[in-house]
């Protein structure tokens, strides 16, 4: 089975300034996806980032970026720029590639942007 | 608006009742997810239909059960209800059935307050 870890359950930074968020993973799977999801007070589940582990290079998405470090199953989340929007509880997931493959969660972390 | 609806968005009943929850999903999947989210459990899936047909089950309780029906909306049905089943549930969608390239997307959440 896999587990996905959050250390941080709370973080909290400064409008335009820089956070990254953490994520381990653990798994025999070679060939999987991880995802950030970012919830905000509506409650409203919001995919951020997806990173497939076949691919070295690092997904961007506009200020949003992931370090994966495939050997080391981590799998971090960099906001640039953070905006007062940013502010949510994000959720790093993993999915099997396999036929009737499910999400599997961390416990989150509560990301406050601070003006 | 990732195009995933649910209703209804907010559900309270009291213990021992039947709910129903419904979901389309986005148009041209064929794949719905329900997760269910509490305090103590953290996000937890339920359960996958693909085309009309289960494919994965996950931490789904025997007093759940779930269909899809042909023009792909997917029913939660929870029965015999108690306090611990007070909940946000989420309903996801795909294209495919978890493999390559598949991503889900989730709907807004139906609240169920059991009392």
């Known amino acids: 089975a896999q587990t996905v870890t959050q250390s941080q359950p709370e973080m909290s930074v400064q409008e335009a300034e820089t956070v990254t968020l953490s994520c381990t993973y653990d798994?025999?799977?070679?060939?999987?996806?991880l995802f950030w999801y970012k919830q905000p007070p509506s409650r409203q589940m919001i995919l951020v980032i997806r990173?497939?582990?076949?691919?070295?290079q690092n997904a961007t998405e506009n200020r949003f970026s992931v370090n994966f470090q495939k050997a080391a199953k981590s799998f971090s989340l960099k906001i640039s720029d953070s905006q007062l929007g940013d502010t949510a509880m994000y959720f790093c997931?993993?999915?099997?590639?396999?036929?009737?493959?499910?999400?599997?969660f961390g416990e989150g972390t509560q990301l406050t942007v601070n003006p | 608006d990732s195009g995933v609806t649910q209703t209804p968005k907010h559900l309270i009943t009291a213990t021992g009742q039947r709910v129903t929850l419904r979901c389309s999903p986005r148009?041209?999947?064929?794949?719905v997810y329900w997760y269910q989210q509490s305090l103590d459990q953290g996000l937890q899936f339920l359960i996958q239909y693909y085309n009309g047909e289960e494919r994965a089950k996950g931490n789904i309780l025997e007093r759940f059960s779930a269909q899809q029906f042909p023009d792909l909306h997917s029913e939660l049905n929870l029965s015999s209800l108690e306090l611990g089943d007070s909940a946000l549930y989420f309903c996801?969608?795909?294209?495919?059935?978890?493999?390559?390239?598949?991503?889900?997307?989730f709907g807004p959440g139906t609240r169920l307050t059991v009392l």
């Open positions: 996801a969608s795909s294209v495919g059935s978890g493999g390559v390239g598949d991503t889900q997307y």
């Open positions: 990173q497939e582990a076949y691919k070295q």
């Open positions: 997931a993993f999915m099997k590639l396999t036929s009737g493959s499910r999400l599997t």
């Open positions: 798994t025999s799977e070679n060939n999987y996806y």
């Open positions: 148009s041209g999947d064929l794949s």
